[in-house]
Nanobody
Framework: QVQLVESGGGLVQAGGSLRLSCAAS????????MGWFRQAPGKEREFVAG????????YYADSVQGRFTISRDNSKNTVYLQMSSLKPEDAAVYYC???????????????????WGQGTQVTVSS
């Protein structure tokens, strides 16, 4: 069992930056592919970014490519999402998720992830 706890959300002006963190419990964190998803009101949960267990593979949604950076520190059991040049359309609840089955791919669908955090709200004012 893995527990994930997100933090770092908040209110930011358009063009600003935020860094989200996701702290994981469990000794097997370093083996898992990790992903960030987001869900805005009335919309489906969508993939934002993912990172392989080693950090050697990262993948981004087109909408955030070049603005967001995912990283991880396995010694701290933590994955990060650095968000820059934020836009009002980035506003959503952001979730981190763990995929214990993938090794060399980053899944982009929620169904590929087994463990989920409770989410952290990101609000972007225009």
């Amino acid at each position: 069992q893995v527990q994930l706890v997100e933090s770092g959300g908040g209110l930011v002006q358009a063009g600003g930056s935020l860094r989200l963190s996701c702290a994981a419990s469990g000794r097997t964190f370093s083996r898992y592919t990790m992903g960030w998803f987001r869900q805005a009101p009335g919309k489906e949960r969508e993939f934002v970014a993912g990172i392989s267990w080693s950090g050697g593979i990262t993948y981004y949604a087109d909408s955030v490519q070049g603005r967001f950076t995912i990283s991880r520190d396995n010694s701290k059991n933590t994955v990060y999402l650095q968000m820059s040049s934020l836009k009002p359309e980035d506003a959503a609840v952001y979730y981190c998720a763990a995929d214990p089955l993938s090794t060399k791919v980053v899944r982009t669908t929620p169904s590929g992830y087994v463990y989920w955090g409770q989410g952290t709200q990101v609000t972007v004012s225009s």
